[in-house]
């Protein structure tokens, strides 16, 4: 390998940057060009291929979002448009290909490996939804905005006794929903992998309203049910006032902290020594604090996301 391309895709998420920094200072260090693609695989596809430099990657360390910039691009899951995006990389020389998104890119980066393509993956996402690590760029850093954003509700919803209502971010994972309700004291956790069930949770919250809780945050991840028709019916049930903030995109900006600037410029150290190995075809993951690959295909395809039944035990016996 003498000549590899970097990519955000999908939906980004804090330490993006910080983890094309770390690809293309460390392909440098090893004696690499580098290559940033523009918008993800939309710009894959069109060409907007651009040659980066050690000062190309100065000061974003400490940025959010992606200077790159990332895209949703379905007409990648079509061959011909697949075909066009390795000729476009053949052009340029480039002999490999690293992809940090989420799983939906890793699909991308799967199906080019496929086609004799190799690709490494870094998981970029602030849903903590890939499966074969710990954790996700970005996820800790959203995870620190979900809890100051409770915190917040708290204040208001006790001063006031009040029933708050709060959709996280995490698409079909509970982990940002989970992780942050044990961090923010919610009373109520709501995630795909425990299921909605509207009767159980209102005997819940008037249980709390019966022991004198002066409020009541039910913490719910996205895509589960109509936020504010919950809020609607909890209103009418228990007559205490309940309201619902869906926290939205704010999740996905801001400044990455510290650990997500850390996994970032491993993963992305990490993604070049494997290519220097000779290693196509793998997804990044932190297990045990440990740098791990594994198959990109078998990743997708076979490999699950255990859910933190102990955190949510833990959560339950707080309440
Ligand atoms: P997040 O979950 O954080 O939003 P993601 O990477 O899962 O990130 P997606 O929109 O699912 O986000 O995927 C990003 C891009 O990856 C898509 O827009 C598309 O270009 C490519 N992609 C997704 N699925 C496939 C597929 N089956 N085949 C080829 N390319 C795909």
Do not use: W
Not at 117 to 124: E, K
Not at 150 to 175: A, F, K, N, P, Y
């Amino acid at each position: 390998v003498r000549k590899i391309g970097v990519l955000t895709s999908g939906g980004d998420a804090p330490g993006m940057n910080a983890a094309i920094r770390g690809v293309v200072r460390s392909a440098l260090t090893e004696g690499l060009e580098v290559y940033g693609i523009y918008d993800g695989f939309l710009g894959l596809h069109q060409n907007r291929i651009e040659r980066l430099n050690r000062t190309s990657v100065s000061d974003v360390i400490n940025r959010g979002g992606t200077f790159l910039g990332s895209a949703r691009f379905p007409e990648f899951a079509d061959e011909k448009v697949r075909e066009q995006a390795i000729q476009n990389l053949k052009m340029h020389g480039i002999d490999a290909l690293v992809v940090i998104g989420g799983d939906g890119s890793f699909m991308g980066a799967k199906k080019l490996t496929e086609m004799g393509y190799p690709c490494i993956g870094l998981p970029g996402t602030i849903d903590n939804d890939v499966a074969g690590t710990d954790y996700t760029i970005g996820y800790m850093t959203a995870l620190n905005t979900v809890i100051d954003a409770i915190d917040r509700l708290r204040d208001t919803s006790s001063s006031h006794q009040r029933i708050s209502i709060v959709e996280v971010m995490g698409r079909h994972c509970g982990d940002l929903t989970l992780m942050a309700s044990v961090a923010g004291g919610c009373e109520y956790i709501i995630t795909p992998e425990t299921g909605l069930d509207k009767d159980k949770l209102l005997s819940k919250i008037k249980e709390g309203i019966y022991k004198g809780k002066k409020h009541a945050i039910v913490a719910i991840t996205e895509l589960m049910t109509d936020v504010n028709e919950l809020a609607k019916f909890i209103e009418t049930e228990t007559g205490r006032e309940t309201r619902a903030t869906i926290l939205g995109h704010i999740q996905r900006g801001g400044q990455p902290g510290a650990f997500d600037r850390i996994l970032a410029s491993r993963m992305g150290a990490y993604a070049v020594d494997l290519l220097q190995q000779g290693e196509g075809g793998r997804c990044v993951g932190i297990q045990n604090d440990k740098m791990v690959h594994h198959d990109i295909i078998d990743a997708i395809e076979n490999m699950k996301r255990p859910f933190r039944q102990d955190l949510y035990e833990v959560a339950e016996k707080l309440f």
